[in-house]
């Protein structure tokens, strides 16, 4: 499974969550940005000869553990098929009472 970020219905859904005050996280744009993040990161690393990769391996695990994450939901949502690629799409919504 590839973690990409194509326009797709979640992305209608999304902005009709969002006019109607629900807050929307893009999942797939959170591991694509910690993964950009990683990529430079470790540029950097290379580039000036840092020896300390701790910040690194911290990024590595989060993008695994996110990425573990998506696998379990899009089990749960019945998919079968983990070579495609989903969109993962949390609303976040307080409760009035």
Known sequence: ???????????????????????????NKDILDKQQDLDTLAD???????????????LE???QQMSSQVRE???QAGFKDMTKDYAITVLVEEIKT
């Open 1 to 27: 499974m590839k973690i990409t970020q194509q326009q797709c219905q979640s992305d209608l859904i999304a902005t009709d969550a969002l006019l109607r005050g629900v807050a929307v996280i893009s999942y």
């Open 44 to 58: 950097l690393v290379r580039k000036h000869g840092i020896m300390d990769n701790k910040a690194t391996k911290d």
């Open 61 to 63: 695990t989060q993008i």
């Open 73 to 75: 939901w899009v089990k």
